[in-house]
Antibody, heavy 118, light 110 residues
């Protein structure tokens, strides 16, 4: 059974940093692109970033580009999102998801809440 | 403001057929396939349709999708109370070189 479990969310002040993790199981993690998606409270889904199977390529939404870094450790079957210079508008539930083809996400985690507030 | 445009709400009664539209542009829907996600209240999103009209295993055939030009639609036939959820269309955008979601449509089953 495919499982994705996010962790690392919490309350952080504006300008602070946070590192989110996503532990994968039930599939060969190194065979798949992975994606982070976020959802601000009461709002819709927003794509955040993608990373290639071997970590050699990644893509970011303009809203996080330059402030966030997606990475992965295939030996640990884990995906990460390092978020720096956090803003109030980064407050959201962050989901990791497995990407197939040209951007459909067939498995999602349950999400981790990031709250940016003073 | 989402680049993929969906109506904010839709409704129907049990047994009815409802459709949800998704409008994009040449750099996203016009070039790439459309995927649909269902998000039940308080839950993570779930893949509902991929490559315009393909259903993952376990998704009932009451759910169907289509795409024409720069727009797509999701149809739900034989509406059930359990279908009450938020529905999102999504596509890759070649100009942005990134993924896009529609703003979401909240379906109410009356």
């Amino acid at each position: 059974e495919v499982q994705l479990v996010e962790s690392g969310g919490g309350l952080v002040q504006p300008g602070g940093s946070l590192r989110l993790s996503c532990a994968a199981s039930g599939f060969t993690f190194s065979d798949y692109w992975m994606t982070w998606v976020r959802q601000p409270p009461g709002r819709g889904l927003q794509w955040v970033a993608n990373i290639k199977q071997d970590g050699s390529a990644n893509y970011y939404a303009d809203s996080v580009k330059g402030r966030s870094t997606i990475s992965r450790d295939n030996a640990k079957k884990s995906l990460y999102l390092q978020m720096d210079s956090l803003r109030v508008e980064d407050t959201a539930v962050y989901y990791c998801a497995r990407r197939r083809g040209k951007q459909w996400l067939d498995y999602w985690g349950q999400g981790t809440l990031v709250t940016v507030s003073s | 403001q989402s680049v993929l445009t969906q109506p904010p709400s839709a409704s129907g009664t049990p047994g009815q057929r409802v459709t949800i539209s998704c409008f994009g542009s040449s750099s996203n829907i016009g070039t790439n396939s459309v995927n649909w996600y269902q998000q039940l209240p308080g839950m993570a999103p779930k893949l509902l349709l991929y490559i315009n009209d393909q259903r993952p295993s376990g998704v009932p055939d009451r759910f169907s999708g289509s795409k024409s030009g720069t727009s797509a639609s999701l149809a739900i036939s034989g509406l059930q109370l359990e279908d009450e959820a938020d529905y999102y269309c999504a596509a890759w955008d070649d100009s942005l070189n990134g993924g896009l979601f529609g703003g979401g449509t909240r379906l109410t089953v009356l």
